[in-house]
């Protein structure tokens, strides 16, 4: 009779199991799995939260059908009836977004993220699409966060900034493997048209000791469309006032075990432009080929992701051909690059994977000046290997790994040979510890010995505070390092006739960054806003102060006293009305550093600097869009040249307004904008332009735009 009733009481259980459990996924709107989301039945107190691949198990003693709860920080909620026990998939949206208008629909173009604990803005592809953004470097018009501008009056190369500091101080990868360092800090932004990125990610002070030791102010991480989410072709043709044409072609492949893109694109610029009539060409002759190949493959044990990219890229400057004896300047680079990105996902272990990323580069540059010569190679290897484990749950997640970084520079300036070889092998942990209470800590540290500089430790913390699922305060401090590359750096003072002094035994670069900050999304008059707010300073221990206080001269020498950058900035974001958004934002940058032994403001670092853009589309079909950003540029600092005007010492504030109109089609788009429209350029921006060749020429003093008001447009055909 006892085995009976057991049987009896077997099948019972069988049968409620049956009845009342559910399995499932959570992930976000890309697919990827949201860790510690809590699924609650509704009405009762029973619940479990998803583990470190997004899953979870909840058992019910009832029948079906049954109503669920999934909810996640900074995630919108959703309810879920489950009718029965198959396995169940709940997508949910972040809840914090900058609604913007796009080509298609009413999505987010701006994304400020509420679960991330670092402080991340991204930007999407329909966000760059509101300005020409030919390559990286115009990719940031309509942001506040990071700075763009000339780096001389010649070469047509620009620079970013970001917290008042230089772009060689905040960290470029892409998918998250360096990109842009060595020898591609001069030109290198110019390198990755737009159209192949899909997102940029702007993270702001100490980042993940993952990704390395060389975010002082933050990183940029492009990540380029992926087969899956590209159009099967795509092309792109823009041309400008200038004459300056623009061919980008991309295919994706997507079917079969291997999917992949294939990214093209060709500049060419060949017309002789003087608008200055001051005998230089007003932007640089170009001719480019860029060609990039991805292939993917993916399973539910390993993903393996390939990158093959090969760039040949001429420039030729300088003083029109009916000059006699002209100031040439030319700029050829060669690049071949191969970078790797391979995981072992491991499904039966929970919390637990392995990955490895590789990257290898051979970059050849030969520069010309004028009378001055530089020639260089960079020959460079990169190794990540990273494991992650949990301890006892998976709410407590442990990241681990070793890196190795190896760069060869043969170099020849004028007649001297700077050649080095540094190699840095580095150790890492990262600690992360999701809490019930919408807590999240993530902690860690690296070790990294250089072959010159010996060994550096670099703790970084990061903390994040949900008070409630529209609200978010972040805390972070860390340690960077790098190896400075005086002159690789630091090519626009070719565009002068300074000398250049190199202090002997250049230290490591070392520096502490420290931030806060504040974001709240809520309701104004029915329609959605928010409110960001944060401030960082980043202390240097050791900088290489690169000194053009001497008019003469170009100096390099190790920091002795302080240098500092103090960064405040505000951001709004409201939808005015339907399909009409408003983005404000205001920022104020404190940039010091000692030359010779006197603190000083930075040079060429504007205080103040302000952002309103405006956004908005005919109808939810967007078959109009409009665009137009007005910068504010406040006072900065010049260094002493005898032929700056009146001995001007501080610049004048400015403003530029860029603005493009979009008709869409249905399969293509076109459009019309214009750069600099109120037509503002910095007077004189060649010193001495009148003997190049003499010792007063200086074109690298620029504090303001060296072009004037410049027309474009273009088509974007896709098809699928």
Request: aromatic share 12%; proline share 3%; with cysteine.
């Amino acid at each position: 009779m006892k085995y009976i009733v057991l049987i009896a009481l077997q099948i019972s259980a069988l049968f409620i199991y049956a009845q009342g459990h559910v399995e499932g996924k959570i992930n976000d709107q890309k697919g990827l799995p949201l860790i510690g989301a809590k699924i609650v039945l509704e009405n009762t107190s029973l619940g479990t939260t998803s583990d470190a691949n997004g899953k979870f198990h909840l058992d019910f003693n009832g029948e079906f059908p049954f109503d669920i709860k999934v909810s996640f920080v900074g995630f919108q909620s959703k309810n879920v009836t489950v009718k029965d026990n198959s396995f169940l998939t709940v997508s949910l949206s972040e809840s914090v977004e900058i609604e913007e208008v796009t080509v298609e629909s009413k999505v987010s173009t701006t994304e400020l993220s509420m679960v991330n604990p670092l402080q991340v803005q991204k930007i999407s592809s329909k966000e760059l699409q509101k300005a020409a953004c030919c390559n990286l470097s115009e990719s940031f018009e309509t942001n506040a966060t990071v700075d763009v501008s000339f780096t001389d009056a010649v070469s047509g190369a620009k620079q970013i900034k970001m917290l008042g500091l230089d772009g060689i101080y905040t960290q470029i990868t892409q998918e998250n493997v360096p990109l842009i360092r060595g020898l591609s800090s001069a030109y290198g932004l110019s390198y990755v048209p737009g159209t192949w990125i899909e997102s940029i990610q702007i993270i702001k002070g100490a980042g993940s000791v993952i990704n390395g030791f060389e975010s002082f102010a933050g990183q940029i991480n492009l990540e380029y469309f992926k087969p899956e989410n590209a159009d099967k072709i795509f092309w792109n043709f823009y041309t400008n006032s200038e004459s300056k044409f623009e061919n980008n072609l991309q295919f994706a492949k997507k079917t079969g075990k291997w999917t992949s893109n294939l990214y093209t694109s060709i500049n060419y610029h060949s017309k002789e432009v003087d608008k200055n009539e001051n005998g230089f060409l007003d932007m640089p002759h170009v001719k480019s080929i860029n060609v990039l190949n991805r292939w993917l493959t993916e399973t539910e044990s390993y993903r393996i992701n390939l990158i093959g990219r090969v760039l040949f890229d001429e420039r030729e400057g300088g003083q029109i051909r009916s000059i006699s004896n002209p100031y040439k300047v030319l700029i050829d680079n060669t690049l071949l690059e191969f970078n790797s990105k391979s995981g072992l996902k491991m499904p039966d272990k929970i919390g637990k994977s392995v990955g490895l990323q590789t990257a290898f580069r051979r970059h050849k540059q030969a520069i010309k000046f004028g009378l001055t010569d530089y020639n260089a190679l960079q020959e460079s290897a990169y190794l990540n290997l990273i494991g992650q484990t949990f301890i006892s749950t998976t709410d407590h997640l442990l990241k681990y790994g070793i890196s190795y970084y190896a760069d060869i520079y043969t170099e020849n300036y004028e007649t001297t040979y700077f050649d080095r070889v540094d190699l840095t092998t580095g150790i890492f942990l990262e600690y992360s510890y999701i809490s019930p209470s919408e807590l999240t800590i993530v902690t860690g540290i690296r070790g990294d010995y250089h072959n010159t500089h010996g060994f550096e430790y670099l703790p970084r913390l990061n903390l994040k505070y949900n008070p409630s699922d529209q609200t978010v305060v972040r805390l972070s401090a860390g340690k960077a390092m790098r190896v400075a590359n005086p002159i690789a750096e630091n090519t626009s003072y070719f565009a002068s006739s300074r000398e250049f002094e190199i202090q002997d035994s250049l230290g490591v670069e070392v520096a502490w960054n420290y931030g806060i900050n504040f974001t709240h999304c809520f309701k104004l008059f029915e329609r959605e806003a928010s409110f960001n707010a944060d401030a960082y300073r980043t202390d240097f221990e050791n900088q290489v102060i690169v000194d053009i206080e001497d008019p003469t001269k170009l100096r390099f020498y190790n920091l002795d006293g302080e240098s500092y950058s103090n960064s405040i900035q505000f951001d709004f974001n409201y939808e005015l009305y339907d399909r009409f958004d408003v983005k404000i934002a205001y920022k104020i940058n404190q940039v010091y550093s000692t030359y010779d032994g006197e603190k000083m403001l930075a040079p060429l670092v504007p205080e103040n600097r302000a952002l309103v853009n405006f956004a908005y589309a005919t109808d939810h079909i967007n078959k109009w869009m409009f665009d137009a950003t007005w910068n504010y540029i406040g006072e900065s600092r010049i260094p002493y040249h005898p032929l700056i005007e009146d001995n001007k010492t501080v610049s004048d504030p400015f403003y530029v307004i860029n603005s493009q109109v979009t008709k869409k089609f249905k399969t293509y788009d076109v459009y019309l904008g214009g750069e600099n429209l109120l037509n503002y350029k910095q007077e004189n921006p060649i010193l001495g332009g009148d003997d190049p060749f003499g010792s007063n020429f200086d074109a690298s003093i620029i504090w303001a735009p060296v072009m004037g008001r410049l027309i474009y447009t273009g088509i974007r055909l896709k098809i699928n």
